[in-house]
């Protein structure tokens, strides 16, 4: 720290060269420059505005703390600046006196940023706050914050109490008893085997109340290390136990998972998502900023625990596709895999709502329901078919939004919210040029593309507050509108078109082998992406349904209730070579299979993969491959059996599906059997005893 503040960066009468935080910054910023820790002061200004329009960074207690990463900056620097009359930094208790102006390169190591991070924490430590205000010059601030008067006082500190505590010193006679040792152990006494007319107290105290917290911040430099260290203080006056996770600048380190599941409530206080958030599901949970962490703790922990005796839980929900989407130490393929799946993800739900919603309208109107006129223009109330025709139109018009939808998730997941809008943007330029499917793909990679692009760009100084809403916004939705109606668009749609084509000339061995290689794909992953890659391709025709598209749904679907089906049937006949939790999931299976939940299997691959995912592929592969041999088609892109009524030729296909169900049975049964050592010997070694006996039997 002695390093990043010397008594040249100290401005101990900065109130009479500054009466704005603006001001302020840039006389405090003005020193920097003239040691050569910034190397352009517009520039660095410049992002020290954008980072105090994220949010003010005033706080409670007279402080301010003006802070940013910046490419114009050559090593972390610290200045600080006094002010007699205050400025306003934006805290709700007044202006600030104390200003702390940190500067850190966009490139900064983790030693660095953990030394801001320590004096970020001794800013809420009053006696620390109170020596800054009356130090008289320049170098004894210096040292104060840079730590050598503070460790000089912990040492003078710590030899006093020695001084105390020594035998035969006079603190010694003022200094309070302790308690007596009994005689013939030399321990202290208890309240059992001491003499006092004090009622005696339990033997065990209370178990506290135990909190984890995490905090966060957009730069995680300050705000982040000081909301940990107030939730500290107020939960030591509290008798709360805390464990706090800094997800900061400077990494984190993620809580003890047997921590987290001894906790009796959870506090986040960040500006930023928390990260792999679901590892705190079913607790109860406070959720709010980083600076009420910072100027409210007591409250927090006290709703916290309130919400706790309430039973007041968080529902066990996952990451959104975008907390863990491109990761840094990720390879290209795999960002791609995660960003394609960010879109995939978000997708789903229109495509259930939308598609289930058109189905239901073809089941209760006929399939000239896509005829009836617009029910704003013409409704009958008593008509069925007026019903029947509100649900087909409300499934159009969320179906509509599929491939936007799509293009918009993924330009999410590569870029964050800047990638929204031109996302959205490109796909809808997809439907409207006839691109479908592959064109909403392709819009989400070139918007988020773009938007990377222009995040990486130097952007002139007046222009970096209005970045995120103005800017990025603007100049990625006309380049990606541009590229995709006049440049990539139109092969596209040509692609597209000749795809349709393709699929609808599909007939005999061909359709077979199209059925055979969405099994497949299908069944691999039980609803990882390799299924949702063959998914997604079977509802991208249901934008423009044809024949051909309408079979390739049936098959995908089809296929994909094979693997819980065929859990279940086994663990029903064989049940033997199953565990005692398995053939309790075998009995979910069947529901989760009947509805088309493909995930349902997922239980029984984690536990034998070697020998559940074959053959689950292999029954896929056989009901892929007869749905498309029997001409099924499908115009609701999930449901299960429950659209049966919606399918074309319906005998057929639960034929298909039952044939793939016994062929993925009969296999799995197969290969467990063949674990047998033995001819005696048991099928399972996880098998309880009675089980064992059974077997040998």
């Known amino acids: 720290m002695s390093e990043m503040i010397t008594a040249d960066l100290v ?4 109130d009479l060269s500054a009466e704005t935080k603006e001001a302020a910054a840039r006389s405090l910023a003005a020193r920097m420059v003239a040691l050569g820790r910034v190397t352009d002061l517009e520039g660095f200004l410049a992002d020290v505005a954008a980072r105090e329009a994220q949010m003010p960074t005033g706080l409670d207690g007279g402080i301010g703390i003006p802070h940013c990463r910046s490419a114009h900056v050559t090593e972390p620097t610290l200045a600080f600046g006094r002010s007699a009359r205050g400025i306003d930094f934006g805290a709700p208790d007044g202006p600030a006196d104390l200003i702390f102006l940190i ?25 620390f706050t109170g020596a800054l205000r009356s130090a008289e010059d320049a170098d004894a601030v210096a040292a104060l914050i840079s730590g050598e008067d503070r460790a000089a006082s912990a040492r003078e500190a710590s030899g006093a109490r020695e001084a105390c505590e020594a035998p035969g010193t006079s603190a010694d006679s003022e200094a309070p008893a302790t308690p007596s040792a009994t005689p013939d152990t030399g321990a202290p006494a208890t309240p059992e085997t001491a003499t006092s007319d004090a009622p005696a107290t339990p033997a065990t105290a209370a178990e506290p109340f135990r909190v984890v917290a995490v905090t966060s911040c957009p730069t995680g430099i300050a705000h982040t290390y000081m909301a940990a260290e107030s939730l500290e203080n107020a939960a030591r006056e509290a008798g709360v136990e805390i464990t706090v996770e800094t ?8 809580l003890d998972p047997a921590v987290i599941a001894a906790a009796d409530g959870v506090v986040f206080a960040h500006d930023v998502p928390v990260r792999d958030k679901e590892r705190f599901a079913g607790k109860p949970t406070v ?20 919400k706790a005796a309430r039973g007041e839980t968080t529902a066990p929900t996952g990451p959104t596709p975008v907390d863990n989407a491109g990761d840094s130490g990720d390879g290209y393929g795999t960002k791609l895999r995660k960003w394609l799946m960010s879109g995939v993800s978000y997708m789903v739900p229109f495509v259930a709502a939308g598609g289930l919603l058109i189905a239901l309208g073809f089941a209760i109107g006929g399939w000239k329901i896509d005829k009836a006129p617009s029910v704003a223009e013409h409704f009958i109330w008593t008509d069925h078919t007026s019903w029947a025709a509100l649900l ?6 969320a179906f509509a939004f599929l491939v936007p939808v799509l293009a918009g998730y993924i330009a999410y997941g590569m870029a964050d919210r800047p990638g929204l809008v031109p996302g959205f943007v490109g796909g809808s330029v997809a439907v409207t040029i006839n691109a479908g499917f592959l064109g909403g793909l392709a819009a989400g990679l070139l918007a988020g593309a773009v938007v990377m692009g222009i995040q990486r760009a130097r952007i002139p100084a007046v222009l970096r507050g209005i970045m995120p809403v103005v800017v990025i916004p603007l100049i990625s939705s006309a380049v990606v509108g541009f590229l995709m109606f006049l440049v990539v668009g139109k092969p596209i749609a040509s692609l597209q078109s000749a795809l349709t084509d393709w699929l609808e ?3 005999g061995a061909n359709a077979v082998i199209l059925g055979i290689i969405l099994g497949l794909m299908m069944c691999f992953d039980l609803g990882g992406p390799l299924n949702k890659v063959a998914y997604a391709f079977a509802i991208g025709g249901l934008t423009h349904p044809t024949d051909g598209s309408l079979k390739v749904m049936a098959a995908a679907m089809a296929a994909g209730m094979v693997p819980p089906l065929a859990m279940a049937l086994a663990t029903t ?16 299976a069947w529901f989760l299979g009947a509805s088309f939940i493909t995930e349902g299997a997922i239980p029984f691959a984690a536990a034998d993969p070697l020998r559940v995912i074959p053959a689950s592929m292999a029954g896929g592969a056989v009901t892929g491959a007869l749905s498309m041999a029997f001409g099924c088609t499908l115009r609701a892109p999930h449901g299960g059996v429950f659209v049966v009524p919606l399918i074309g030729q319906p005998l057929l296909y639960l034929v298909a599906i039952a044939a793939g169900v016994c062929v993925s049975t009969a296999v ?6 063949a674990r047998k050592t033995t001819p005696s010997g048991p099928a399972d070694e996880a098998a309880p005893a009675e089980e064992r006996v059974a077997a040998t039997v």
């Open 11 to 14: 401005d101990l009468e900065l």
């Open 505 to 507: 000339g599909l007939s």
């Open 287 to 306: 959720d709010v900023g980083v600076k009420a962490g910072i100027n409210r703790p007591a409250e927090l922990l006290t709703e916290v625990r309130d």
């Open 103 to 127: 500067a850190a390169p966009a490139g900064a190591d983790d030693a660095h940023l953990t030394i801001l991070s320590s004096l970020a924490r001794h800013l809420m430590d009053a006696e």
């Open 668 to 673: 799995v049964v197969l290969l467990k059997g």
């Open 392 to 397: 087909f139109q409300i499934g159009g018009l």
């Open 573 to 588: 006949v064989r049940g033997r070579l199953f565990t005692k939790t398995e053939r309790e999931n075998g009995k979910a």
């Open 247 to 254: 997800q900061g600048s400077a990494g984190f380190t993620r």
